[in-house]
């Protein structure tokens, strides 16, 4: 094999963690009983349990996604839908006015009103606050007074016409209690308007019972999630009953779940999987001619069909359908050798070359797949040492400027595209963020995008910035993200929307 990988290495170390992860498990378990309790397995769960600022993607945010409630939601379609709020408006994109839903207690049962919204901006602003994800996605909210007891005025401090989306993974706690506690107590007791509460926190998992007056009220009298980091202990775990649901397995796992009873359910994420290029390293990669090389020599369709049993979308932009600005008329990179080794003879590099990637696995065959890019490029003259790292650790070397190399596995996610770009210029980056690459012809477009008056208006240039970097690929663009969730035969309600899984919508039949 051409690409150089350690991934056995992993493998080996992954898998002899099997039985310890499901031995944890079948012991933090609970017995089954009358009620109807539905156990979750899960890769991880977010390292800051229940707290309510924390990151914004699956599967760490699973479990807080059953105690808290957002803003609003996006539907399948990627229109936004209420939750919190039932209806907004803005004549300018800065100042926009929330009517929000009457009749909504939290689980303390502590009534939701407008003095919720404003005390959670508040805590936003705070210096405690600054870094959480909820924080620095919003980062443009500025301020907020109620209006009334159900109407709250939001002050940004610039113009976003895409508010309402971006206020889909705004999460409010019950403010007294979340200004009061110290914080690893709340964390391990959280209190939100959802449709679960939590019983119990510990390292094994958490576990929680149905909020019976939630404006959500869910059918399942409890819920229970573990974590179980390997896929194939996940795969065990179901099939010993050990669990009812399980996300994170792959393609091949259909044919064990379905005679055992169960099913294998295909789940499209709210991604973009591409492997972006360090451009700030120097190297190769700042070459254009070099990135639409790369991507030319990647048989995606391959891949797909070989791996991802032919459910993935390949994809020619950093956007995926139903998220705000997707061009279908955009066409994907064509598998394309000879234009790859045209293009990269051009660029100066007639004989090949040698680039470094870092790779993290998130499931659903990953390693595998990055294994086939590499056999791709080989094909061309390109040799790629694939070296393996955790999820987590990729993302923050990344992000804090300690990856080295050429190529990084990543995500874009979110329905909003034009977010991730504050990575993608050195403008607008977080004071301790470290972009990955720099394209200043960007600029222009982006300034057009996000000062725009209303979503319609905001369009076309959202567009072109994805129209550019077809063009001008900061990545080897790969498609929408999957994952494959299993569960038993006697699990109902599973129908996830964006990526969020509604659990007051699962119930479990004899």
């Avoid at 050990?242 to 709210?270: K, M, T």
């Avoid at 991604?271 to 700030?280: E, R």
């Amino acid at each position: 094999m051409t690409g150089r990988t350690n991934f056995n290495a992993l493998y080996v170390k992954a898998t002899a963690l099997i039985g310890c992860c499901l031995c944890v498990f079948m012991t933090a378990h609970p017995a089954l009983s009358a009620d109807k309790t539905l156990a979750v397995g899960t890769s991880l769960i977010g390292p800051n349990r229940g707290h309510a600022y924390q990151g914004i993607t699956m599967p760490a945010i699973m479990a807080i996604n059953a105690i808290y409630d957002t803003v609003t939601v996006i539907e399948e379609d990627g229109s936004v839908g209420p939750s919190l709020a039932l209806s907004w408006e803005s004549a300018d994109a800065v100042t926009w006015r929330l009517k929000l839903r009457e009749g909504v207690q939290f689980s303390n049962g502590v009534p939701f009103t407008a003095d919720a919204i404003v005390r959670s901006v508040e805590h936003m602003r705070s210096a405690e606050a600054g870094l959480w994800s909820i924080s620095t996605t919003l980062y443009q909210v500025a301020k907020a007074r109620a209006l009334d007891d159900f109407t709250v005025e939001i002050e940004l401090n610039q113009r976003d016409a895409l508010f309402p989306i971006h206020a889909a993974v705004w999460r409010i706690p019950e403010p007294e209690t979340w200004e009061t506690t110290p914080r690893p107590e709340y964390e391990s007791n959280p209190v939100g308007t959802g449709p679960f509460q939590v019983t119990e926190w510990n390292q094994a998992g958490v576990k929680m019972r149905a909020f019976r007056d939630s404006w959500r009220a869910p059918k399942l009298d409890g819920l229970s999630f573990t974590v179980i980091p390997d896929q194939t202990a996940r795969l065990q775990g179901i099939l010993s009953g050990a669990v009812d649901f399980v996300i994170g397995l792959g393609p091949d796992d259909a044919s064990l779940l379905e005679a055992d009873g169960g099913r294998l359910a295909l789940r499209n994420l709210a991604t973009v999987q591409f492997l972006g290029f360090l451009t700030v390293n120097g190297g190769p990669v700042v070459d254009p001619r070099v990135r639409v090389a790369l991507n030319h020599a990647v048989n995606r369709d391959a891949i797909i069909q070989t791996l991802l049993q032919g459910v993935a979308t390949p994809l020619s932009q950093l956007a995926y359908p139903g998220a705000f600005g997707y061009d279908p008329d955009l066409p994907p990179y064509d598998y394309d050798p000879e234009r790859a080794r045209s293009l990269l003879a051009e660029a100066g590099y007639p004989d090949g070359l040698d680039l470094v990637a870092s790779v993290a696995s998130r499931g659903a065959n990953d390693l595998l797949f990055f294994q086939q890019i590499a056999l791709d490029l080989a094909k061309v003259g390109v040799r790629v040492e694939m070296q393996g790292k955790p999820a987590y650790r990729n993302m923050q070397d990344l992000f804090f400027g300690k990856t080295t190399g050429d190529m990084n596995s990543m995500l874009v996610r979110g329905p909003d595209p034009v977010a991730a770009y504050r990575h993608r210029v050195c403008q607008g980056i977080l004071p301790d963020r470290s972009p990955y690459h720099c394209d200043d012809a960007l600029l222009p477009l982006l300034k057009q995008a996000r000062t725009q008056v209303s979503a319609e208006a905001a369009l076309p240039f959202y567009r072109a910035v994805l129209a550019h970097e077809r063009a001008n690929p900061p990545g080897i663009i790969l498609w929408q993200g999957v994952d494959f969730d299993g569960m038993t035969a006697n699990v109902t309600g599973y129908a996830p929307v964006q990526d969020v899984m509604n659990f007051e919508d699962f119930d479990l039949i004899p």
